[in-house]
C-alpha cells in the first residue's frame, strides 16, 4: 500500500493512500499492479469492510525503508498526526500522514484486527486463508 499523502483527496486534512483504502468503499484497486503476490477483496470492498467490522485493527507498512503505522477503532483512524505541508500546488494544506516508528530494509503490508462482537455473534477465523 503506497503511504504518501493523496493531495488530489477530496478530504481535509489530506489522507495517506493506506487510509483511502483502508476507510473508503471502491478505493483499493491496485497503485502499482506488479505490488502483491495476494489479493483478497471483492469490488474493491474487501479491507474496508473488514475495518469497518472490526473492534480494533492495526496497520503496519514496510516500504522505502521505513516503518508505518496506522490504528483503527471500528474504522475510525485513531491517535492521527495532523501537519502542514506544502502541496504540489504551492499552498499549505492540513495532511495526516502515516506514523512512522523507524527503519527496516523489509517490504510487506500487514494487518490484525479483532471483529466486533457487538456485530457478531459467532466469530471463526480460518488461519490458514489469512496469514
Request: glycine letters at 10%; a negative charge; charged letters at 25%.
Amino acid at each position: 500500500i503506497p503511504t504518501g499523502i493523496k493531495f488530489d483527496d477530496k478530504h481535509e486534512p489530506k489522507r495517506s493512500a493506506a487510509e483511502i483504502v483502508m476507510t473508503e468503499l471502491h478505493a483499493g484497486g491496485k497503485f502499482d499492479q506488479n505490488s502483491y503476490k495476494v489479493s483478497g477483496g471483492l469490488h474493491g470492498v474487501g479491507v474496508s469492510c473488514v475495518n469497518g467490522l472490526s473492534k480494533w485493527l492495526k496497520l503496519t507498512v514496510r516500504r522505502d525503508g521505513k516503518v508505518h503505522h496506522m490504528d483503527f477503532a471500528r474504522g475510525i483512524p485513531q491517535n492521527r498526526l495532523l501537519e502542514q505541508a506544502e502541496a504540489p500546488d504551492g499552498k499549505m494544506v492540513e495532511v495526516s500522514p502515516l506514523r512512522t516508528s523507524g527503519t527496516t530494509d523489509k517490504r510487506g503490508t500487514e494487518v490484525h484486527f479483532l471483529a466486533d462482537e457487538e456485530i457478531f455473534t459467532n466469530v471463526e477465523y480460518h488461519y490458514e486463508i489469512l496469514s
